[in-house]
């Protein structure tokens, strides 16, 4: 992995990679938190699968680089997989050993409206049962309320490979995606389109994935793949095998845009979306930031 950006954290590690076995037609789903990632898979593994998945997403789907689950365990679970695999990662694609023959799907979200839901979902996780998964440090958990919190979330600067969650961790993710955008093997998905047309969405991923669906296949897909059917049957789609979700139906918390703007004043809004345009391409911040 050396030629590749190092990428890790006390939860996850991007190194895990160089023990995995990569074939032909794998597809990867690359994100940052809260962007989509659950809702991509559970599309994708529709055109695998079909409507009803045969086992919960996160064992069909699983997050390669999460340290709550030892690799070769990972891999055990891929490696007798006889259809088409769906690996999760939340790596950017300068972190991840790229093949011509496996296709990779980054999926991108307003990023303030990403940071309110990741915000919520920090009260969410049990940390001591993620201690004892990872051996990780306990951290604090008294946080600021959600407009302090979310103003620090802008304001703080450090490195994506410190911090991949943070502003600049956000806005890397997508920048090297953007600039991966005209590769065959490479699909850009925005949150805001899944949310305006999920149909029309899905269609494109199956064009683009190869798959050859017919209509009503798609509108069983949708159906299932709706937010109140996955939140529904929350334990079938959060992805979380160990115990780490203290709630797992309050993973899916509303599922809508502009969440930020019931929180944040315009002159805040705008100095985010200042500080964003000095760190993506013009056409990239203004397809990044719609909602």
Known sequence: MSAFVDYHSDVDDNRRWAEFAHRPGDIVVSTRSKHGTTWVQR???????????????????????????????????????RHRRVVKTHTPLDGLPLRTDVHYIVVARHPLDAAVSLYHQGSNIDRVRVAELT????????????RTWLLGWIAHRVEP?????????????????WARRQTDNVTLVHYADLLVDLRGELGRLAGRLGFIVDEPTIDAVVAASSFVAMRDDADRYVPDRHGVMRDRGAFFRRGTSGAAREVL??????????????????????????Q
């Open 43 to 81: 599309l994708v593994l529709g055109l695998v699968h079909g409507p009803e998945l045969p086992a919960p997403l996160a064992e069909l789907s699983p997050w390669l680089d999460h340290l709550v689950e030892p690799i070769e365990v990972v891999i055990d679970r891929l490696s007798t997989q």
């Open 135 to 146: 051996g990780a440090p306990i951290p604090r958990t008294d946080r600021p309320e959600l």
């Open 161 to 177: 490979t410190l911090a991949l969650d943070g502003v600049e961790g956000v806005l890397a993710h997508i920048r090297d995606a």
């Open 265 to 290: 004043r315009d002159d805040e809004i705008e100095q985010y979306t200042a500080f964003a345009a000095t760190r993506l391409p013009r056409e990239a911040h203004a397809w990044l930031h719609r």
